[in-house]
């Protein structure tokens, strides 16, 4: 519960967001009154239940391993055989692990608990603040001592008691005159000797057996006193089994291929949602030239048939003013010839209809082609009978979708291949490419057939 409540907030991105009213957030309620009222579980924040269930827990194991790690007779305890050997093969002999101990436990940066953990080859001590559990970094517990607050306070409060009672008995034994100060309060600060403490001023003190390192050596040399070696001893036992475990080696391999095809999953997730933008963008931007254009052609074709039409009309006009012209200045016998003036004028505007009539087709068909390409879908999606996917772009470009996850992502000057472990190949039509894998090995390809491999991590 310990480690799962640790990792599990930190796995999703959601888990940094709050729901809206939580009463853990605000820090309203504890967490005993979860099942109690059944109308907060409908606001209750998955973040925060962890972060409670996990110092709750991480509490518990502390206490728990504590009473299971000290005895109460305080009498030492004889080392166990497996475990001297492995820390006189750790740190040299056995009293120098105990000055190991006492120098880590006396020396915290903030108070909190000290550690003796197994990494799997040695014994190693080290500091944690509060109540964190060396679990979380995957070390296996062998001991701990506390040097919290409470056994500081325990021990300044002691020293206090005894040195007050000191104090108040040799005051007793020495008579003060009636009229001094002295005498009237025997506890005052002036009549105590200057070994008196209080709970506020004993880390106040420069010199004598009470300073503050002195108590942390005191109660870290009681810990160490009172220490039930033989748990120790099986703490080892059980933690050695475990790393040398195979199913624990084979649990890990799972783990870590788990993680590293969820983190070349999410780079994929991002890769697209990224190259989805920027094809968006260069789509709609051909898709505007296409129109653009489209429309100039449209009105040129446009412009074009009315002054066709009004060159028709023109000709039409100038034809009839000279057949009126002959008419009115040739007689009887030339009327003939005005007669053929207009039948060659009448073939002229039948020639001159016929080639309206393919103009305006034409313009016709420039408006289908526009209204065409204008509503035709972008991207064309087409879907393989071996369930992978084809999607092709107006301006050329296409993407294929496999089954195993692979994208590829077709241009005119690069085809880009994303896998699913989390490798990308780009590949130029000069015959070159580009591999990076996933553990950060770049592998470039040159149009020779020679290849370079690099690093891009270090």
């Not at 009222?37 to 391993?65: N, P, R």
């Not at 033989?230 to 291929?257: C, H, K």
Request: hydrophobic residues 30%; glycine residues 4%.
């Amino acid at each position: 519960m310990v480690v799962a409540t640790t990792f599990a907030s930190s796995r999703t991105l959601a888990s940094v967001f709050h729901t809206p009213g939580c009463p853990f957030y605000s820090r309203q309620l504890p967490l005993t009154e979860l099942t109690g009222k059944t109308i907060l579980q409908a606001k209750i924040c998955v973040s925060c239940l962890k972060k409670e269930v996990h110092f709750l827990s991480s509490e518990a194991f502390c206490d728990d391993m504590e009473m299971r790690c000290h005895g109460e007779n305080f009498e030492v305890e004889q080392v166990p055989q497996q475990l001297l050997s492995k820390l006189t093969n750790d740190y040299g002999s056995f009293s120098l692990f105990v000055d190991d101990l006492l120098f880590f436990s006396c020396n915290q940066a903030s108070p909190g608990r000290t550690w003796v953990v197994f990494d799997g080859e040695k014994i190693s001590i080290m500091n944690l603040p509060s109540n964190t559990v060396p679990l979380v970094y995957g070390l296996w517990p062998l001991a701990l001592i506390n040097m919290s607050e409470r056994y500081l306070c325990d021990e300044i409060l002691a020293l206090s008691t005894q040195a007050e009672s000191t104090t108040h008995a040799s005051s007793q034994s020495v008579q003060r005159p009636f009229w001094s100060r002295a005498a009237r309060n025997p506890f005052s600060m002036k009549s105590a000797s200057r070994h008196y403490l209080s709970p506020l001023s004993a880390v106040c003190i420069e010199d004598g057996d009470e300073r503050l390192d002195k108590i942390r050596t005191n109660v870290a040399k009681k810990s160490v006193n009172s220490m039930r070696w033989s748990f120790v001893n099986n703490q080892l036992i059980e933690a050695t089994n475990y790393f040398s475990s195979p199913g624990r080696r084979t649990a890990r391999s799972e783990f870590r291929a788990k993680q590293e095809k969820e983190l070349s999953l999410l780079a994929l997730r991002n890769y697209k949602e990224h190259t989805d933008t920027i094809k968006g963008l260069s789509d709609a931007t051909d898709t505007a030239h296409s129109i653009s254009a489209n429309t100039l052609k449209h009105s040129d074709n446009s412009h074009g048939v009315n002054n066709h039409s009004k060159g028709l009309n023109l000709n039409g006009r100038a034809a009839e003013v000279e057949g009126n012209y002959h008419d009115f200045e040739t007689s009887e016998a030339k009327r003939k010839d005005t007669n053929k003036i207009s039948a060659s004028s009448e073939e002229r505007k039948e020639e001159s209809d016929q080639e309206r009539v393919p103009s305006f087709i034409s313009s016709e068909n420039a408006n289908a082609n526009t209204t065409t390409q204008y509503d035709s879908p972008d991207p064309k999606t087409i879907q393989h009978a071996d369930g992978s996917w084809e999607y092709q772009y107006q301006n050329g470009d296409r993407t294929f979708l496999r089954t195993d996850g692979t994208k590829v992502f077709q241009t005119e000057g690069v085809t880009t291949t994303v896998r699913t472990d989390g490798s990308t190949l780009f590949e130029y039509p000069n015959g070159s490419s580009i591999l990076d894998r996933f553990d950060g090995i770049r592998i470039t390809t040159y149009p020779d057939g020679t290849s370079k491999e690099e690093n891009t991590c270090s």
